[in-house]
């Protein structure tokens, strides 16, 4: 009697700790269930690669932009915003023909002729920093997938932004503590921060050494800063739309807001690596090549 009084207690406590969890995380089932479901399909496309791939990254990016424009613009749509999914749709065509030239030109002047053609005020000046976030973040994403190791990295970015997401939920409730900057995001913590960079840096470490990389130390280090840089990207998403009064990108996915939401810290942490990479050698195309992770 006894063992099965403590069997039962222990079932009461585990029920109400569960309780307390879905009370205080109304949404947190359905986050669950849209990852569950969304995960494997961003997975099964990157693994394949290619047109695959190419086509995951494209979309995502004009919905990116869509996104952008919605919170800028306050839900209404100026003929001008338009203009963002065309040119778009020119950088991924530039990229498809390998021509850099294009792309830096479509990058540049595609940012200017949105802005004058908005009138150079606030929406527009906005609206072409919104494309130029979204454009940066097509080519980052399609260059660093390419090449030999292009599959094995983008693995590894996204790891460490996930983890970094994890380690940073897991150790904010837990420990609490000081705010990360409440001006801009009210839940974030110092203890969050770090407890999702060292999560995130052993997880990205653990998946080098599993498939085969020597270079421990530097995915370590990357992983380290790769972190820290996603962060900085998801407080500037939130810091954009506290500056225009919006709660979410969008209703996009249910339980977790818009994609942008999704994708803030990935983009920033993707584009730092294709710079860095292209920076230590890398090629425009392949910059997998200059950070050589996977290197023996």
């Known amino acids: 009697m006894p063992d099965q009084k403590n069997q039962n207690n222990s079932e009461s406590s585990s029920g109400g700790i569960v309780r307390r969890v879905l009370n205080a995380n109304p949404d947190l089932l ?5 990852a569950v479901i969304l ?45 963002g999914y065309v040119l778009l749709l020119f950088i991924g065509y530039a990229y498809y023909l390998a021509e ?6 479509g990058l540049v002047v595609g ?22 976030y979204a454009g940066l973040s097509l080519v980052a994403l399609l260059s660093l997938r390419q090449g030999d190791e292009g599959l094995f ?15 940073a939920y897991v150790c904010g409730r837990s420990f609490g503590g000081p705010k990360l900057w409440p001006a801009v ?3 974030k913590t110092w203890s969050g921060a770090l407890g999702g960079i060292a999560f995130s840096s052993l997880l990205g470490m653990g ?41 979410d990108s969008s209703r996009l996915i249910p339980g977790h807001g818009g994609l942008l939401d999704r994708v803030d810290g990935l983009v920033a942490a993707a584009v730092f690596s294709y710079v860095i990479g292209v920076m230590l ?12 992770l996977f290197a023996s």
Do not use: C
């Open 30 to 34: 359905l986050r669950a269930l849209s």
């Open 39 to 83: 995960a494997p399909i961003a997975l099964v496309l990157t693994w394949a690669g290619g047109f695959w791939f190419a086509g995951l990254a494209l979309l995502g990016m004009l919905i990116v932009y869509w996104e952008w424009h919605r919170i800028i613009l306050q839900n209404t749509l100026r003929p001008i915003a338009l203009l």
């Open 100 to 105: 850099p030239i294009w792309i830096a030109a």
């Open 111 to 132: 940012a200017l002729v949105l802005y004058g053609a908005g009138g150079f005020d606030r929406s527009a000046r906005w609206l072409s920093h919104g494309y130029l």
């Open 153 to 167: 990295f983008i693995i590894y970015l996204f790891l460490v932004v996930w983890g970094t997401d994890i380690g």
């Open 185 to 187: 995001s009210p839940n």
């Open 207 to 247: 998946f080098v050494a599993f498939a085969g990389g020597t270079q421990l130390l530097w995915a370590f280090a990357l992983a380290v800063v790769l972190s820290a840089v996603s962060q900085l990207g998801d407080l500037f998403e939130s810091s954009l739309k506290r500056r225009f009064k919006v709660k």
């Open 281 to 292: 050698g890398g090629q425009l195309f392949d910059p997998n090549a200059g950070l050589m």
